[in-house]
């Protein structure tokens, strides 16, 4: 039986069923206001480089442009990992040390997405964009 599309359609919820997700764009928000917004293309690559970018600005606080420009990894099949060259030679062999076969992707990889986001200030009601320097692109925000 072919699975109809629409609302009992590919999406629908039922057992050992897997639903494509795709989180782009995302938004993060903070006391019901907009916090951060955030995209990028690649496909399955949008699952990994998003919440990096999430994390950076969440976790680590910062910037928007700083998020976006701050190296990424790139998960492969098995233990296999991508690392843009500009992480530290001592996370590179911390993750050699815990099984991780490593390959370099150069400094600047568009394998790793090509993100671009706006953070706000609610307070002060400012935006900030950050564009990805991996692609071509700019950010708005009104």
């Known amino acids: ?13 039922g057992p050992g069923k897997r ?3 795709c989180l782009a764009p995302s938004q993060v928000w903070r006391d019901g206001e907009p916090y951060l917004v955030v995209g990028t293309p690649g496909s399955h690559g ?3 480089t998003t919440p990096q970018l999430i994390v950076n600005v969440v976790d680590h606080g910062l910037d928007i442009q700083e998020a976006i420009e701050a190296p990424r990894i790139r998960i492969g099949r098995g233990t296999l990992l991508g690392l843009e ?5 001592a996370t590179v062999a911390a993750l050699g040390d815990r099984g991780h076969r490593v ?6 990889s568009r394998v790793v997405g090509g993100a671009h986001g706006v953070l706000f200030d609610p307070g ?7 564009a990805d ?3 071509d692109g700019y950010a708005l925000a009104w």
Not at 85 to 89: A, C, H, I, Q, V
Not at 103 to 108: E, F, I, K, M, V
């Open 85 to 89: 060259s500009r992480f530290s030679p």
């Open 1 to 13: 039986m072919q699975q109809r599309r629409g609302r009992r359609g590919i999406h629908a919820i």
């Open 124 to 130: 002060t009601s400012t935006m900030w964009g950050g």
């Open 19 to 21: 639903a494509e997700v």
């Open 46 to 48: 949008i699952l990994q």
């Open 103 to 108: 390959h370099d992707l150069g400094a600047w």
């Open 133 to 135: 320097p991996r692609r």
